[in-house]
Each structure stands twice: as structure tokens, then as C-alpha cells.
């Protein structure tokens, strides 16, 4: 089935430990995004990517990396992670469709840094 | 930076209909879009508007005023499965996303 997919589904981890949540999509889409979301404040841009190769950083950057080696993967990086990283991250993905550039939303992964 | 403000939570009667507003304030545009998303699940695409006036799709219609920087979103013949947080999104002239906090739409039997 088509789609995106994130890995882990739900994650625990201590402060301070390096985590990557990965993302991978098969709809062979060009761009990449990253978000973020918390009560109250919607879904927050981290990271995104418009093409293999290239990355750009979103409103929220700080703390984060990414890569984008090939079109399909997207994995997102939190070097030294701290209690105010506990969020749900959705990873997304949008190519031309119709003439409207859509973006599509993986099932998102719920972190939370104690 | 982004400004986009709508309604943090709406309740309606099953059968009635529900128009949920969104004003914007943003660096360029490059159109609207609503998303739906259901509790513990990912936002899904509903609609888009990129020009002035009403774009119907069903029961779900959405308009969109570029000169006053507004969108509504207008659920019609409400069912319970329309509980959901709707999602009003900017494109900016980077073709980037802003998302509103999403408005918390509670349908009573």
C-alpha cells in the first residue's frame, strides 16, 4: 500500500540520549517535511526537504538534523534530546498532483524526553 | 513570521451544519488548505483554494478571501464521524506551510 511510514510508533527515551525517527515514503514524492505537534500550537515546521540531496530548515530547527540521501528516506536526528522535545513528530511528503502541491502525512511518532 | 487564527473548539447538533473560520496574516500566498484530523491519527487532506470564492466537495465546502485574508470551512449534514480537530493552512510565498492550532469540532447526537 502507498504510503508513508514512521518508525517508532511511540518512544520513551531519557534526556540527554541521541534518538533518530525515521521516515520513509514509496509515492516517489520530491519534498520531505518534518513537523511538529503540540497542544495548542499546531503543527510546527522543523525541517523539510524539496529534493534529494537538499534540506532547509523550518520555524522550530533547533535541536534537530536531518538527511536526505535518496528520495524515498527522511530520518530526523535529536543529537542530545531534552524534556521540551516531548511531541508527537509527523513526518510528510507532497509532490504536484492536479496542480495543487498536497502534502500526505505519515501516521506520526509520539516522543516523549523525560 | 505567520499569523493564522481560528476557533479553538466548535459544537454542533448531528444533521446541522458548521462553519469554522480562519483569518490569516502572511508573508506571501500561495493558497489555502484545510486538513482533518481525527484523534491519534495524522491530519488528512480535505481542500485547497488558491482563488476567491467557494470550492464544494460533498458535504465539506471551503471559501477563501485573499483581500481579507479569510477562509471558512463549512460542514454540512454533520455525522458523529465529522468529530474531528480542522486544520487551516497558509502557503507562504516560500511554498511553505503555516498551520493554524485547529479547531476541536465536538458533534452531539
Known amino acids: 500500500i502507498a504510503g508513508i511510514t514512521q518508525a517508532p510508533t511511540s518512544q520513551i527515551l531519557a534526556a540527554g540520549r541521541r534518538m533518530t525517527l525515521r521516515c520513509t515514503q514509496d509515492?516517489?514524492?520530491?519534498?520531505m517535511y518534518w513537523y511538529r505537534q503540540d497542544l495548542g500550537l499546531g503543527l510546527r515546521l522543523i525541517h523539510y526537504?524539496?529534493?534529494?540531496?537538499?534540506?532547509g530548515k523550518g520555524e522550530v530547527p533547533d535541536g534537530y538534523s536531518v538527511s536526505r540521501a535518496n528520495t524515498d528516506d527522511f530520518p530526523l536526528t535529536l543529537a542530545s534530546a531534552v524534556p521540551s522535545q516531548t511531541s508527537v513528530y509527523f513526518c510528510?511528503?507532497?509532490?504536484?498532483?492536479?496542480?495543487?502541491?498536497?502534502?500526505?502525512f505519515g501516521p506520526g511518532t509520539r516522543l516523549t524526553v523525560l | 513570521g505567520q499569523n493564522i487564527d481560528q476557533p479553538t473548539e466548535m459544537t454542533a447538533t448531528e444533521g446541522a451544519i458548521v462553519q469554522i473560520n480562519c483569518t490569516y496574516q502572511?508573508?506571501?500566498?500561495?493558497?489555502l488548505f484545510w486538513y482533518q484530523q481525527h484523534a491519534g491519527e495524522a491530519p488528512t487532506f480535505l481542500s485547497y483554494?488558491?482563488?476567491?470564492g467557494l470550492e464544494e466537495k460533498g458535504r465539506f465546502s471551503s471559501f477563501l478571501s485573499r483581500s481579507k485574508g479569510y477562509s471558512y470551512l463549512l460542514l454540512k449534514e454533520l455525522q458523529m464521524k465529522d468529530s474531528a480537530s480542522y486544520l487551516c493552512?497558509?502557503?507562504?510565498?516560500?511554498?511553505?506551510?503555516?498551520f493554524g492550532a485547529g479547531t476541536t469540532v465536538t458533534v452531539r447526537a
Open positions: 502572511t508573508s506571501g500566498f500561495n493558497g
Open positions: 510528510a511528503s507532497s509532490d504536484v498532483d492536479g496542480g495543487v502541491d498536497t502534502q500526505y
Open positions: 526537504s524539496n529534493t534529494a540531496g537538499t534540506t
Open positions: 493552512a497558509v502557503r507562504d510565498g516560500d511554498y511553505k506551510l503555516s
Open positions: 483554494n488558491v482563488l476567491d
Open positions: 509515492m516517489r514524492h520530491n519534498a
